[in-house]
């Protein structure tokens, strides 16, 4: 029976597949894909785990999101008015 070893792409002789002999930009190279492939792999495992809302619960945030900054921009259009006014007083 032969015998069974687990692939080492960057030690000699492990992978009958490949060569042996590698560059040092091919190992490079090697070690970049591997990555964005473990990457790749584990944004779909997360995106697996997300809670997706529904809709109604999409427009209820929307909906909180516009009147909140709706009140923010009369907030800070006040404040801008009321400090633009006392400093035309200081300055006259």
């Known amino acids: 029976m032969a ?3 687990s692939p080492k792409p ?4 492990s992978n009958p597949s490949r060569p042996a002999n590698f560059s040092e930009a091919e190992k490079q190279t090697m070690k970049i ?3 964005v492939k473990k990457f790749l792999s584990e944004v779909k495992t997360e995106f697996k785990k ?3 809302s529904d809709r109604n619960e999409l427009i209820g945030s929307t909906g ?6 709706v009140i923010l ?12 006014k006392f400093i035309n007083v200081i300055i006259r």
């Open 50 to 52: 997300v809670s997706w």
């Open 73 to 84: 921009a009369v907030f800070i259009g006040v404040c801008d008015f009321v400090c633009a």
């Open 64 to 69: 909180v999101v516009i009147v909140s900054v």
């Open 10 to 13: 960057f030690v000699g002789g």
């Open 33 to 35: 894909v591997d990555s």
């Open 3 to 5: 015998e069974q070893r």
